[in-house]
């Protein structure tokens, strides 16, 4: 198995009231979230982003540490699962001139209002079954997307996240280290329907054979 290791430790952190999150949010705002359409990404603030717009201030911290990690140059290919509009790979692609890099989304909408010089590079799939052929990118990366699945497509997601990569990958996956992380997850959450504690999900990685890095999205 990989490490446990934060690679997003440059991504700019907001301040969150998760309390007051939590206290806001319906299960009829989860249900609408979990459609990843307009109105998750583009509506109102209760189902989503309330508007995900391109700001280079989010990714381009941390592509440098990506590229140190993984070793990646122009010779290099990655692949984003759940790429949503493909602000990260517009990114890794100004940064790491020459690189090769692919995104997918369950969602039509990130995908058709995508960046539109990534807009080649993208398309729609889902991360249970990618549209790629064995041992097709260097790294796969998938930012808070595994654990918006059910269990059991968790399990065949990241199984298809190791099938795809020759040389790495890494993932975040919501989830909780005591009781009062996970009261907070539990009101925080909008779209994960698979959050365990970090050792679950670690036995979890173990049992079903997934070998690259990872780390928690904890709020």
């Given at each position: 198995m990989g490490q446990e290791i934060d690679l997003l430790?440059?991504?700019?952190?907001t301040k969150r009231n998760v309390d007051e999150r939590g206290?806001?949010?319906?299960?009829?705002?989860?249900a609408i979230a979990r459609r990843f359409g307009k109105e998750f990404f583009d509506g109102d603030r209760?189902?989503?982003?309330?508007?995900?717009?391109?700001?280079?201030?989010?990714?381009?911290p941390v592509i440098p540490t990506f590229q140190q990690h993984f070793g990646l140059d122009a010779?290099?290919?990655?692949?984003?699962?759940g790429c949503a509009k493909g602000f990260m790979l517009r990114d890794m692609a100004e940064l790491i001139p020459g690189i090769t890099v692919k995104g997918v989304d369950v969602s039509d909408y990130a995908i058709?209002?995508?960046?539109?010089?990534m807009k080649p590079h993208l398309s729609v799939a889902s991360a249970v079954k990618l549209p790629f052929a064995d041992k097709s990118f260097d790294v796969v990366i998938s930012i808070n997307?595994?654990?918006?699945?059910?269990?059991d497509d968790?399990?065949?997601?990241?199984?298809?996240?190791?099938?795809?990569?020759?040389?790495?990958?890494?993932i975040t996956v919501d989830a909780y280290r005591d009781d009062e992380e996970k009261r907070r997850m539990m009101a925080w959450n909008l779209t994960a329907q698979t959050i365990m504690h970090v050792d679950e999900w670690k036995a979890f990685f173990a049992e079903i054979g997934y070998t690259g890095d990872y780390y928690w999205f904890i709020p």
């Open positions: 430790v440059n991504y700019p952190r206290q806001t949010k319906s299960e009829e705002d989860r209760r189902h989503g982003y309330g508007g995900f717009n391109y700001m280079p201030r989010f990714w381009q010779s290099s290919s990655v692949l984003d699962v058709a209002h995508a960046i539109d010089d997307t595994v654990h918006n699945l059910v269990r968790c399990a065949a997601a990241l199984r298809e996240i190791e099938r795809v990569a020759r040389k790495g990958a890494f």
